[in-house]
Nanobody, 124 residues
Framework: QVQLVESGGGLVQAGGSLNLSCAAS????????VGWFRQALGRERDFVAG????????YYADSVKGRFTISRDNAKTAVYLQMNSLKPEDTAVYYC?????????????????WGQGTQVTVSS
């Protein structure tokens, strides 16, 4: 069982940065693949970035490549999403999610545990 809590969202101007955190409970968090997803108002929840627990493989959605960086600190049982050069279209509720699979998945259905989300708003 894993519980996830996101933090770090807020209001920022276009071009600014935010660093989201996903704090996890559970001693075996290092063996969970973690993904960040986002859901804009009226839209579906989409994959943003993910990091697997096997080999630490990282994947990004094309829309955030070069701007967002995902990392994890297993000692602190946390995963981070550093977001730079933010755009108004990045505005959404951001969720972290965890699953025991060895590989990062883009599919929401693959993830067993979800946080409550944190709002990111980017003004133009």
């Amino acid at each position: 069982q894993v519980q996830l809590v996101e933090s770090g969202g807020g209001l920022v101007q276009a071009g600014g940065s935010l660093n989201l955190s996903c704090a996890a409970s559970g001693r075996t968090f290092s063996r969970y693949t973690v993904g960040w997803f986002r859901q804009a108002l009226g839209r579906e929840r989409d994959f943003v970035a993910g990091i697997s627990w096997v080999l630490g493989r990282i994947y990004y959605a094309d829309s955030v490549k070069g701007r967002f960086t995902i990392s994890r600190d297993n000692a602190k049982t946390a995963v981070y999403l550093q977001m730079n050069s933010l755009k108004p279209e990045d505005t959404a509720v951001y969720y972290c999610a965890a699953q025991t699979g060895a590989s990062t998945s883009f599919r929401i259905s693959e993830y067993d545990y979800w946080g409550q989300g944190t709002q990111v708003t980017v003004s133009s």
